[in-house]
């Protein structure tokens, strides 16, 4: 019995799964113990926080992906300075209808100008209600999206090479 539950489970999630998988950028922004991040609100989830970034388009290289992306959201270009993580996971999307998107999320360790105060862009995602500065040891309190981002954004950063986290959720 156990065996037919899985095989109808299965073949829900191959009906439902999108088979492109979607890059995305985000920038990890630390600076003297805090991570800027966006919080967004929505019905769905409620208030949560994510970094910034978002999809990259066709055309674009990674690069200019997450420089667009932070100039939209964070009103700012970003110092990039490495790949830190990689990672991939299966998001479940409601629109237009409901499907499963697999995910590779490309995470840089970056730097803002020094003179930078946290705001949002010209074209913020519409979800976000603004940007700020949230400290490194109050991530474990405040929900986070994806759920994976407080484990890995307390580690610390490393100077080498990137480091793939496997699959997430």
């Not at 603004?130 to 490194?136: I, T």
């Not at 407080?150 to 480091?163: C, G, H, V």
Request: proline share 7%.
């Amino acid at each position: 019995m156990e065996s037919f539950g899985f095989w109808k489970r299965l073949k829900l999630l191959i009906k439902n799964l999108h088979v492109v998988i979607r890059n995305t950028v985000r920038a990890v922004i630390v600076k003297n113990g805090y991570v800027l991040l966006l919080m967004r609100k929505n019905d769905l989830k409620g208030c949560y926080y994510s970094l910034p970034g978002g999809g990259q388009e066709y055309g674009e290289t990674l690069l200019e992906a997450l420089q667009r992306e932070c100039r939209e959201e964070i009103a700012t270009s970003v110092i990039v300075k490495r790949i830190e993580y990689i990672a991939d996971f299966f998001k479940p999307k409601s629109t237009p209808k409901a499907y499963i998107q697999h995910r590779l999320e490309i995470l840089f360790y970056c730097q803002v100008p020094k003179s930078y105060i946290p705001q949002s862009g010209p074209k913020p995602d519409k979800n976000q209600v603004r940007v700020e500065w949230v400290a490194l040891n109050k991530l474990d309190q405040i929900p986070l999206a994806p759920s994976f981002l407080a484990e890995i954004l307390k580690r610390p950063m490393r100077s080498s090479k990137p480091t793939y986290l496997g699959k997430f959720g």
